[in-house]
Structures are given as structure tokens and as C-alpha cells.
């Protein structure tokens, strides 16, 4: 269940932001969305809105929080469990809900909060879904917050990180039906997250070339996956020269998104807004490379799905 | 148009655009206003911290050539005949990134993972 930003400015009179670091990763998030405007219902702005912050550690965007509630690391599933009982009315050990770091009194209190919330938020961080219990996490924050709404009216909002990856998995989902993580080697989409996420493809040495847009893994990725790049094809689109274009066997400059190439993007809230570019690049877009690299395969005698003995291998 | 001479800044008239739109982060504010000349922005209103240095750090200047090959500078059509061999010959193909890129562009990769039968995957999955 999630919402547009437009309606948590409006509307949204509580909210949570829990593994993420909005003040300074999100730097306009609070002023332009969900804390400090005036909605049509909420008349007085930061004044009408509670806000919490759960986080590992008193970061930034402590200061612009009602209250701050410091999880112990690893133990958001644990919480968020916790949070989900008490919702329910059902009892909890005080010692259960020691081990988040938090005492049982801080989480019922938090529990009435958002029962008593007219529209509550849950934005969710890289620290909630990048750490330990990973998507486990993101499923029990979105579990908690659609069993609200037994109470009231909640939702929960992925805090998305790069421009437009909300792009990508909208793209994804209404072209191959799955967000990310596809493997189309036997003609139509399959979705394994883990076994067809990156990360493992290139740690298991599955892949045996790679075509990176808009990314530099060769900066951010574990090593032995860049090994694998290394060791593999590699082709790169990028305005710069990066550090995975260095370990590449093919480079295409290409302009920048938004700023010097048109086209779409998506907010993390799955609204999509027209780029507006400034600059004129003497390069070209990516969307034009990959046109033309399209059109030199179809050139090409069209692939199909390996057949042996009447069983399709991939 | 790639001399680089800096300490006349050439002073074409500045256009502003409205309602820019920043890509940096997920919040892809639309309320931005940049000023700019032919070769880069010199101004941003209401951007973040974030927002101003990524619309500062990307020129329309040519700092790079169009392509490379091996490391050596090509055209455009040499690279994409070599990156079509390559996808093609693959037998599993990966088409990997596509946070910082168009909705357009996306499109674009998805016809190609699925015309050279390969994986497609973004970000997200990190």
C-alpha cells in the first residue's frame, strides 16, 4: 500500500522514516514533501506532523525528529515484529523487546501513535533493506503498515536512492511483469531474486558479458564481481569515463540524463515527470546507442532458446 | 567547440529553464530553475546541496571521446559493431544499471536483453 508525495503533504499528519538518512541523502524530502509544508489538511505544516526516526545511530535527521528511537543494528526485523504484536493487542516480553535496544514502554508508545495517526507514512531506508534480514525487513515494515490500517489510514513508501531507478522497475514490471533480477534465456521472463540478481550472477561467474547503463559497479560492487567483469566482455554507457568503462572492452560516451538528454523519470513515489535539459551534448543519448546496437544485432540471424534432446537449456 | 579557453567564460547570453527537473536523488525535484550557457550551468535556484553540484559537474563539453575500444578512441559505429558481436556471441548476456538513464533508454534495454536472450537487472537488486 503506498501513496503519492502529493498526499503525504497533504494529508499525512504521521510519519516514520526508519533505516535512512533523509537530511542528507534526501536532502529536500522533509521541505518539499512530507515535513515542513502546509497540506490542505494539516493548515500549520511541521506543527500539525509527528515525526519518528528509527536508525541505528543519531544521524542528521535526528534534529528534524519529534522523537528518535535507536534500534540496535540487526535487530529492525525483531522490532518490527514487536511493533506488529503490539498493534495486535497481544503480549510481549519486556526482555523481547529489550534486545532491539529499545524498552517494551518507547514501543507501545509508538504503537499508540500511529493508531491515533489520521493518515501515517512509513518511509523505509537502505539501512532497513540492505541489512541484515535484507528483504525479510522490507516485507515486515510493509506487513506492519498494512495492518494499520485496521486502525487508520497507513501506508509505506520504499526511500528510493538513484534518480530514476523507480524508472527501472516500473519499465521492467509493465514490459517483462517482474521489477528486476529477469533472465530471458529461455524466451520468456523468469524472476529469481538471488539467483538472477547481479551481484550473484557475477560472483558465481554466470554471465559471460555485461552491458552496464548508467552504473558504475566497477566503484561500488564486491570483488570478486568485478573480477568478473574483468575477465568478461564488458561494455559500458556512461558521461564519463568511469571505473567500470577502465575494465571494459567498450566504452560509449554518452549525455547526461536530464541534463543534457530528454526523456522520463520516475519519482520513488511512481510519478513520472518529463526531463527538462539544459545543455545540448555533443554526445549522443543512451537511448541512441542502444538503438544502434538493436539494429546491428537484428542484422544478425535472430536468436532462439537453445533446444537439446526435445529440453530447452539455458 | 572543445577549446578550452577558461578565463573568458564565454559569455553567451544565459537561457534559464523553469521547472527543471534534478535526476540525482529519488525525490527528482521539479521545481529546480537553471541558468545556463552553451557549455554548462552556472546557476541553480532551489536545488539542494546534492542537486547543484551534480547539475555543475556535468558540461556540454567534449572531455572524452565519442567511444572506446580496448581503451583506444573509436567512432561510435566501430563500437557498437564490436558491442553487437560481443552481446551476440554471449551465451548469457547481462544488462546491468539503468538508474541513471531515461524511462526511454530503459525501453530500449529491455528490447536488447530480450533479443540477445539475456538477464536484465537494475539497482535495485543490489
Same mark, same amino acid.
Given at each position: 500500500?503506498?501513496?503519492?508525495?502529493?498526499?503525504?503533504? @497533504?494529508?499525512? !499528519?504521521?510519519?516514520?522514516?526508519?533505516?535512512?538518512?533523509?537530511?542528507?541523502?534526501?536532502?529536500?524530502?522533509?521541505?518539499?514533501?512530507?515535513?515542513?509544508?502546509?497540506?490542505?489538511?494539516?493548515?500549520?505544516?511541521?506543527? *500539525?506532523?509527528?515525526?519518528?526516526?528509527? *536508525?541505528?545511530?543519531?544521524? #542528521?535527521?535526528?534534529?528534524?525528529?519529534?522523537?528518535?528511537?535507536?534500534?540496535?543494528? +540487526?535487530?529492525?526485523?525483531?522490532?518490527?515484529?514487536?511493533?506488529?504484536?503490539?498493534?495486535?493487542?497481544?503480549?510481549?516480553?519486556?526482555?523481547?523487546?529489550?534486545?532491539?535496544?529499545?524498552?517494551?514502554?518507547?514501543?507501545?508508545?509508538?504503537? @499508540?501513535?500511529?493508531?491515533?495517526?489520521?493518515?501515517?507514512?512509513?518511509?523505509?531506508?537502505?539501512?532497513?533493506?540492505?541489512?541484515?534480514?535484507?528483504?525479510? @525487513?522490507?516485507?515486515?515494515?510493509?506487513?506492519?503498515?498494512?495492518?494499520?490500517?485496521? $486502525?487508520?489510514? $497507513?501506508?509505506?513508501?520504499? #526511500?528510493?536512492?538513484?534518480?530514476?531507478?523507480? +524508472?527501472? !522497475?516500473?519499465?521492467?514490471?509493465?514490459?517483462?511483469?517482474?521489477?528486476?533480477?529477469?533472465? #530471458?534465456?529461455?524466451?520468456?521472463?523468469?524472476?529469481?531474486? +538471488?539467483?538472477?540478481?547481479?551481484?550473484?550472477?557475477?560472483?558465481?561467474? *554466470?554471465?559471460?558479458?555485461?552491458?552496464?547503463?548508467?552504473? *558504475?559497479?566497477?566503484?561500488? #560492487?564486491?570483488?570478486?564481481?568485478?573480477?568478473?567483469?574483468?575477465?568478461?566482455?564488458?561494455?559500458?554507457? !556512461?558521461?564519463?569515463?568511469?571505473?567500470?568503462?577502465?575494465?571494459?572492452?567498450?566504452? $560509449?560516451?554518452?549525455?547526461?540524463?536530464?541534463?543534457?538528454?530528454?526523456?522520463?523519470?520516475?519519482?520513488?513515489?511512481?510519478?513520472?515527470?518529463?526531463?527538462?535539459?539544459?545543455?545540448?551534448?555533443?554526445?549522443?543519448? !543512451?537511448?541512441?546507442?542502444?538503438?544502434?546496437?538493436?539494429?546491428?544485432?537484428?542484422?544478425?540471424?535472430?536468436?532462439?532458446?537453445?533446444?537439446?534432446?526435445?529440453?530447452?537449456?539455458? | 567547440?572543445?577549446?578550452?579557453?577558461?578565463?573568458?567564460?564565454?559569455?553567451?547570453?544565459?537561457?534559464?529553464?523553469?521547472?527543471?527537473?534534478?535526476?540525482?536523488?529519488?525525490?527528482?525535484?521539479?521545481?529546480?530553475?537553471?541558468?545556463?550557457?552553451?557549455?554548462?550551468?552556472?546557476?541553480?535556484?532551489?536545488?539542494?546541496?546534492?542537486?547543484?553540484?551534480?547539475?555543475? /559537474?556535468?558540461?556540454?563539453?567534449?572531455?572524452?571521446?565519442?567511444?572506446?575500444?580496448?581503451?583506444?578512441?573509436?567512432?561510435?559505429?566501430?563500437?557498437?559493431?564490436?558491442?553487437?558481436?560481443?552481446?551476440?556471441?554471449?551465451?548469457?548476456?547481462?544488462?546491468?544499471?539503468?538508474?541513471?538513464?531515461?524511462?526511454?533508454?530503459?525501453?530500449?534495454?529491455?528490447?536488447?536483453?530480450?533479443?540477445?536472450?539475456?538477464?536484465?537487472?537494475? /539497482?535495485?537488486?543490489?
Amino acid at each position: 500500500m503506498s501513496c503519492t508525495l502529493g498526499e503525504v503533504k @497533504n494529508r499525512a !499528519d504521521f510519519i516514520i522514516y526508519w533505516g535512512g538518512n533523509p537530511a542528507e541523502c534526501h536532502p529536500r524530502h522533509f521541505t518539499r514533501y512530507t515535513l515542513t509544508q502546509k497540506g490542505k489538511f494539516l493548515p500549520r505544516g511541521r506543527k *500539525d506532523r509527528t515525526m519518528v526516526l528509527v *536508525d541505528i545511530r543519531e544521524t #542528521m535527521s535526528a534534529k528534524a525528529a519529534d522523537i528518535f528511537l535507536q534500534v540496535r543494528p +540487526g535487530k529492525d526485523f525483531e522490532m518490527l515484529t514487536i511493533l506488529r504484536a503490539l498493534v495486535k493487542n497481544q503480549k510481549v516480553r519486556a526482555e523481547a523487546a529489550a534486545e532491539t535496544g529499545l524498552t517494551l514502554e518507547q514501543l507501545q508508545d509508538l504503537v @499508540n501513535r500511529m493508531k491515533a495517526a489520521k493518515f501515517g507514512v512509513l518511509f523505509f531506508g537502505m539501512g532497513l533493506s540492505m541489512t541484515r534480514g535484507k528483504h525479510m @525487513n522490507s516485507a515486515a515494515a510493509l506487513t506492519l503498515a498494512a495492518e494499520l490500517n485496521a $486502525f487508520t489510514k $497507513f501506508v509505506a513508501m520504499p #526511500m528510493r536512492g538513484h534518480g530514476n531507478v523507480t +524508472g527501472a !522497475d516500473v519499465v521492467m514490471r509493465y514490459t517483462l511483469s517482474y521489477p528486476f533480477g529477469i533472465n #530471458m534465456s529461455r524466451g520468456y521472463p523468469r524472476f529469481n531474486p +538471488g539467483e538472477y540478481s547481479t551481484v550473484d550472477l557475477l560472483v558465481r561467474g *554466470d554471465t559471460d558479458a555485461t552491458i552496464v547503463i548508467g552504473a *558504475d559497479p566497477g566503484a561500488t #560492487m564486491p570483488k570478486p564481481a568485478i573480477e568478473h567483469l574483468k575477465r568478461t566482455p564488458t561494455i559500458v554507457l !556512461d558521461p564519463k569515463v568511469t571505473h567500470t568503462s577502465k575494465l571494459s572492452r567498450v566504452h $560509449f560516451t554518452t549525455a547526461a540524463t536530464g541534463i543534457s538528454a530528454p526523456g522520463t523519470a520516475y519519482r520513488m513515489d511512481e510519478v513520472p515527470l518529463p526531463l527538462r535539459p539544459a545543455l545540448k551534448s555533443p554526445y549522443l543519448t !543512451d537511448e541512441e546507442v542502444l538503438k544502434r546496437i538493436i539494429t546491428a544485432l537484428q542484422k544478425k540471424p535472430a536468436w532462439q532458446p537453445a533446444v537439446k534432446g526435445g529440453e530447452q537449456i539455458a | 567547440m572543445s577549446t578550452a579557453v577558461t578565463p573568458e567564460p564565454t559569455k553567451h547570453e544565459l537561457h534559464v529553464v523553469k521547472h527543471a527537473v534534478c535526476t540525482f536523488c529519488g525525490c527528482v525535484c521539479d521545481d529546480i530553475e537553471l541558468h545556463a550557457n552553451e557549455e554548462r550551468i552556472v546557476e541553480t535556484k532551489r536545488a539542494c546541496i546534492l542537486g547543484e553540484s551534480w547539475f555543475k /559537474h556535468h558540461t556540454a563539453e567534449r572531455l572524452y571521446p565519442d567511444a572506446l575500444i580496448d581503451g583506444k578512441e573509436a567512432t561510435y559505429d566501430e563500437a557498437v559493431e564490436v558491442a553487437a558481436d560481443i552481446l551476440y556471441q554471449a551465451h548469457m548476456p547481462l544488462v546491468y544499471g539503468l538508474s541513471n538513464t531515461t524511462c526511454e533508454a530503459q525501453r530500449q534495454a529491455v528490447w536488447l536483453a530480450e533479443l540477445v536472450g539475456g538477464v536484465i537487472d537494475s /539497482h535495485t537488486s543490489l
